[in-house]
T-cell receptor, first 115, second 113 residues
Framework: DTEVTQTPKHLVMGMTNKKSLKCEQH?????MYWYKQKAKKPPELMFV???????INESVPSRFSPECPNSSLLNLHLHALQPEDSALYLCASSQEKRGGSYEQYFGPGTRLTVT | AQSVTQLDSQVPVFEEAPVELRCNYSSSVSVYLFWYVQYPNQGLQLLLK??????LVKGINGFEAEFNKSQTSFHLRKPSVHISDTAEYFC???????????FGEGTQLTVNP
């Protein structure tokens, strides 16, 4: 099973709202990722968690707040977003190995629209 | 740092024709190479990967790719495409150490009847 699940599938929120995106995997992967993807562009890395600890933050604005409650779950908390934050948000996971990781498996994404 | 160049942004082909999507990479260290496919309004699906060993890699849906270290290329091929292969294809590279994937800009494959 190479499935990564994400909820919700679609989300519309106002600029003053607080919402959360959720991601789950049961492959025993210890690395999890958040990406942002704009139309017709490749995914852009936002955050990486390794063994439930934040290992990479790509200078993402503080209105995006990641959380990794356990090895299977990854959340992205959203607050005071801007219209330009509208995008497809993808979660991914990978098996860790010594000094790095292998291939990443992606979820179906959450289509976020900020109004 | 690594970089990936997908040489064609759009590739139109007719159904049952062969197709090659080209990918060149640049890296000063050993890398892993991947091809992902993205259908409209979906996430990325791993088509195939090169980690080590045989340079000819077979993936899902009848796709294959060949790793050429001297030409730093990892071209994706399929001998006969279907309408359902219409999608965006991303080539990606990752250092053998580390977690960061570097993507190419993508190639839109459109299969026409």
């Amino acid at each position: 099973d190479t499935e990564v699940t994400q909820t919700p599938k679609h989300l519309v929120m106002g600029m003053t709202n607080k919402k959360s995106l959720k991601c789950e995997q049961h492959m025993g992967h210890r690395a999890m990722y958040w990406y942002k993807q704009k139309a017709k562009k490749p995914p852009e890395l936002m955050f990486v968690y390794s063994y439930e600890k934040l290992s990479i933050n790509e200078s993402v604005p503080s209105r995006f707040s990641p959380e990794c409650p356990n090895s299977s779950l990854l959340n992205l908390h959203l607050h005071a977003l801007q219209p330009e934050d509208s995008a497809l948000y993808l979660c991914a996971s990978s098996q860790e190995k010594r000094g790095g990781s292998y291939e990443q498996y992606f979820g179906p994404g959450t289509r976020l629209t900020v109004t | 740092a690594q970089s990936v160049t997908q040489l064609d942004s759009q590739v139109p082909v007719f159904e049952e024709a062969p197709v090659e999507l080209r990918c060149n990479y640049s890296s000063s260290v050993s890398v892993y190479l991947f091809w992902y496919v993205q259908y409209p309004n979906q996430g990325l699906q791993l088509l195939l990967k090169y980690l080590s060993g045989s340079t000819l890699v077979k993936g899902i849906n009848g796709f294959e790719a060949e790793f050429n270290k001297s030409q730093t290329s990892f071209h994706l091929r399929k001998p006969s495409v279907h309408i359902s292969d219409t999608a965006e294809y991303f080539c990606a590279v990752k250092r053998t150490s580390g977690s960061r994937l570097t993507f190419g800009e993508g190639t839109q494959l459109t299969v026409n009847p």
